[in-house]
C-alpha cells in the first residue's frame, strides 16, 4: 500500500489570519471610523499597543485607554462597548480553507497545533463559538503564558508541549517578524499567505514511500 510520510511531526498554525479571514480594507476604514481614527495610521496603530492585551496583562478597557492615549482621542465606555463588539466580529470568521487543511494535515497522520498572540476577551468568545478549536492537541495562546511571539519563550512552549524537535515543526504566521522568531527557534517556518500556498509547501514535504 501506499505509506504517506512527512518531513514534519507537526503543523502549527497562528489564528488571525491564518485560521480565521483577513479584514479587507474596507472593513479595517470601517473600524478605524468606529474608532474615530483615521486609516492610515490606525491599524498600526492598533496592533502596536495591544502587546500587553495580548499578554493577559490589559483586559480590553484598559487596552482601549492605552489606545486612545496613543492616538491621542477620547473613548467613552459606550463607544469602547461598541468598539469590542465590532472588533470580536470581525476575527471570528474561520477560514474553512485553513482548517480542512488542518484536518488533512491530522487525517495523513500528523499533528496539529495553534500558536497565537491572543486576549482573553476574544478567546473567551472563540471558545464559546468554536468547537473545532478542540481538534488542535495542543494550543498556546499567549494570553493563558503572559507572552508573546515573537519572544523565544512561546515558541519553547509550543515545542515543550508538542515534545516535539524543532526541525521537525512547520509553522504559518501572516506576520513576518512572527516567523523570524519561529525560524530562529529552530522551526520550519513560512508567512502565511493563502490556504493553497500552504497547502504546496505542506504537500511538498510529504514523501510517498511504498510499504507493506
Not at 507537526?10 to 483577513?22: E, I, K, P
Not at 484598559?62 to 467613552?76: D, V
Amino acid at each position: 500500500m501506499v505509506v504517506m510520510r512527512a518531513s514534519w511531526d507537526a503543523v502549527v498554525f497562528d489564528y488571525g489570519r491564518v485560521l480565521s479571514h483577513s479584514p479587507t480594507q474596507a472593513e479595517i476604514a470601517e473600524f478605524a471610523e468606529l474608532v474615530g481614527v483615521s486609516e492610515p495610521p490606525f491599524f498600526q496603530l492598533y496592533s502596536d499597543t495591544r502587546d500587553d492585551y495580548d499578554c493577559g496583562r490589559h483586559d480590553y478597557h484598559q487596552h482601549w485607554q492605552r489606545f486612545s492615549r496613543a492616538a491621542g482621542i477620547e473613548l467613552p465606555a459606550e463607544r469602547v462597548a461598541r468598539i469590542v463588539q465590532h472588533e470580536t466580529q470581525l476575527w471570528m470568521r474561520e477560514n474553512r480553507q485553513t482548517l480542512e487543511l488542518a484536518r488533512e494535515i491530522k487525517r495523513a497522520g500528523v499533528r496539529t497545533a495553534i500558536l497565537s498572540n491572543m486576549p482573553r476577551d476574544l478567546l473567551g468568545a472563540m471558545r464559546n463559538r468554536f468547537d473545532w478549536l478542540d481538534e488542535f492537541e495542543v494550543q498556546i495562546w499567549s494570553c493563558d503564558h503572559g507572552v508573546i511571539k515573537p519572544d523565544p519563550a512561546i515558541y519553547k512552549l509550543c515545542l515543550d508541549a508538542l515534545g516535539c524537535e524543532p526541525q521537525r515543526v512547520l509553522f504559518f504566521d501572516d506576520r513576518p517578524r512572527n516567523v523570524e522568531g519561529a525560524r530562529a527557534a529552530g522551526m520550519d517556518a513560512h508567512v502565511f499567505e493563502l490556504a493553497e500556498q500552504a497547502r504546496k509547501i505542506v504537500l511538498a514535504g510529504m514523501q510517498v514511500a511504498l510499504g507493506q
